[in-house]
């Protein structure tokens, strides 16, 4: 939510700021705008719409002289999308240019403070009040300052600042929103990720709480709020750029579903051992995992669809009872929670701002916490007890796919890891599910090798308004997944409904025409399927059918129909969820949208 990127270094400063936030739009793409010192003062420039309007304003930043500055991308929170609200924003002075990622809470407060002082303000954003505080306690010493506005703004924040009395230097804080440091040869960054700076350096660290970087050209010093200098560890990132290039295909979205195979495959294999589940990052030894009387998985957006399906494959294979959550509801409800509770938090970026939030309350309620997390080091990562990666790479897509399944596959090792700790399950049960999850990614990939035909089926419906989705059991579950990927990139109404419930009340939408996408993998409820494919076709609706090869029952009753290889039930859901993104993507495809950046939407959502 939100991108920034700040250079101190030797080059022309505009177009290394510009490539970077080409890399961070997948952050927001609502506006974009930069602020680079130009050996006299602070020059802004900065516009509504994509990064392509900035560039071309600014003539690919060759029209900005200088080699300091900060850069933004921004997906609005306070204020719409316009020029007045894009960032950076500047104190009345000029003294001061902010770029922000993140909410202040308390802004209403402080900018009624600062107008009585008298300041005046010309954007209705958060952001520009910090930029307007900041000038306000100055009062000579940059670091004084930004402790000072530090302790009194209450909110989310990553901030790139720059000063024109220091113009040497860009200063980089964060708390609850990433922020990463890049160390280059004679050139220092700050970014919110790490795709943003990867041309140029690949030895970082990441900013804790509150920690107050100083980025020199020649040298970064990181402080904490009480001026004291904190030493960092460099991490070296050995991912190459073409992780986070589209690699030949037309979007990213494209690439990510096709890397499924290995993406899954990075997050298995290392943790399968002599025929062992080894989950070398798990410190819980089996008396803890014994005390355990409830599973709470909590996540936003497509994670919680993954902590959906947990539910059944958790209770199925560890007879624990499992409850799910959405973060954003979860904080505010109360949660009955103690240390026998364990609570998995899943995160793609590990940085959404909910989720941390709800694992935070986890904790301070006492529950043992887990964290499935795609971003090494990320908050949510460093926070929790444990820690198991997704090895995705990096997911540019605002629209998750292969974070989706590295995720499943987590749940499946840890579910399996757990019972047979506890005794639940058989040896033979045991060795079975391996081998089982052992096949999963040639499954993977022999599934994605239907897409064509995905693709021409895409072109039957793409002109629907609605669709819907119902399933039953786990693949109820799925079909929140496939609903979500349809609607968040092509922008068809969708729904998804437990099979046996549509008849409550939404069977009154089907009507004639309506496609209806019957997910039908579980063998055990294949005919109480059936026979929910029946009430939607006698009312009209056109049938398309999920199910596993063989099953050709399911031709009797569908239009169309999606076949998946055969895998045991529990891990069904990573086969079925890839026709139903492959179909999404075809979709938004035929109808000529934005793949990569939905409108409205943002890939990490560091707000709450
Ligand atoms: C956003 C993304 C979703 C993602 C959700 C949770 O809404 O668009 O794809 O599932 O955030 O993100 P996280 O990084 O916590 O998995």
């Not at 014994?290 to 497509?302: D, M, P, Q, T, Y």
């Not at 059944?312 to 509770?341: C, L, M, Q």
């Not at 290889?565 to 999404?584: G, R, W």
Request: net charge negative; proline share 3%.
């Amino acid at each position: 939510m939100c991108g920034i990127v700040g250079y101190v270094g030797n080059d022309q400063v505009a177009p290394i700021l510009l490539k970077g936030l080409a890399k961070l739009e997948y952050r927001g793409y609502d506006s974009a705008g930069v602020a680079v010192y130009d050996g006299t003062s602070i020059q802004v420039v900065k516009s509504k719409g994509r990064l392509k309007v900035l560039d071309e304003k600014i003539h690919g930043g060759a029209d900005l002289s200088g080699t300091v500055g900060i850069g933004h991308t921004r997906w609005a929170t306070h204020g719409k999308p316009s020029d007045l609200n894009a960032h950076p924003h500047s104190s009345e002075s000029g003294r001061f240019a902010i770029v922000h990622n993140g909410v202040i809470e308390n802004y209403l407060e402080l900018k009624s403070f600062l107008a009585e002082q008298g300041c005046h303000f010309i954007s209705e954003t958060d952001t520009e009040v910090v930029a307007q505080l900041l000038d306000f306690n100055y009062h000579g010493d940059l670091l004084d300052a930004v402790i000072t506005t530090l302790k009194k703004i209450r909110g989310s924040y990553a901030f790139g600042i720059l000063c024109s009395d220091f113009p040497d230097r860009v200063i980089g804080v964060r708390k609850e929103s990433p922020l990463i440091v890049g160390l280059g040869n004679g050139e220092n960054f700050i970014a919110s990720d790490i795709p943003a700076i990867l041309e140029r350096t690949r030895d970082i660290y990441r900013l804790q709480e509150n920690e107050i970087a100083v980025i020199k050209a020649d040298g970064v010093t990181v402080y904490n709020m009480e001026k004291q200098t904190v030493e960092k560890e460099t991490c070296h990132i050995d991912w190459d750029i073409s992780a986070a290039e589209k690699g030949g295909y037309d979007h990213f979205m494209a690439k990510e579903i096709m890397e499924q195979p290995k993406a899954v495959r990075d997050t298995i294999s290392p943790r399968i051992k002599n025929g062992r589940i080894v989950l070398d990052h798990i410190s819980l030894t089996r008396e803890q995992i014994e005390k355990f009387n409830r599973i709470l998985v909590v996540a936003c957006g497509s994670a919680y669809h993954v902590g959906v399906v947990a539910k059944y494959i958790f209770e199925r294979f560890t007879h624990i009872p499992v409850e799910v959550d959405v973060a954003s509801e979860f904080r505010y409800r109360d949660p009955i929670i103690d240390k026998n509770v364990l609570v998995l938090v899943i995160s793609q970026s590990g940085e959404t701002a909910d989720t941390l939030a709800a694992l935070r309350e986890a904790k301070r309620l006492g529950a043992r916490t887990i964290s499935i997390v795609n971003v090494v080091g990320s908050s949510i990562a460093n926070e929790s007890d444990d820690v198991l990666y997704t090895w995705a790479g990096p997911e540019i897509a605002v629209a998750t796919t292969k974070a989706y399944s590295t995720q499943l596959a987590v749940i499946y090792l840890l579910a399996i890891y757990i019972s047979e700790k506890i005794g639940v399950m058989s040896e033979a049960d045991y060795q079975f599910y391996i081998s089982e999850l052992q096949s999963l990614p040639d499954k993977i990939a022999e599934t994605l090798d239907s897409r064509e035909h995905i693709h021409e089926t895409a072109k039957q419906f793409y002109q629907k308004d609605d669709i819907f989705f119902i399933g039953r059991n786990i693949d109820y579950a799925m079909s929140l997944e496939g609903s979500l990927k349809l609607k968040e990139i092509s922008y068809i109404h969708s729904e998804a409904y437990a099979a046996g419930e549509l008849k409550h009340g939404t069977i009154s939408l089907i009507e004639n025409g309506t496609l209806v996408i019957a997910l039908a993998t579980q063998k055990r409820l294949f005919e109480k399927m059936m026979s929910n494919v029946k009430e939607v076709k006698a009312r009209g609706a056109t049938v398309l059918g999920v199910t596993t090869y063989g099953n050709q029952h399911i031709e009797k009753e569908s239009d169309f129909v999606f076949y998946v290889p055969e895998i045991c039930d529990m891990m069904l859901p990573s086969l079925a969820v890839l026709p139903l993104q492959i179909f999404a993507y075809y979709v938004a495809y035929l109808k000529g949208c934005d793949i990569d950046k939905p409108k409205n939407l943002a890939k990490s959502v560091t707000v709450e």
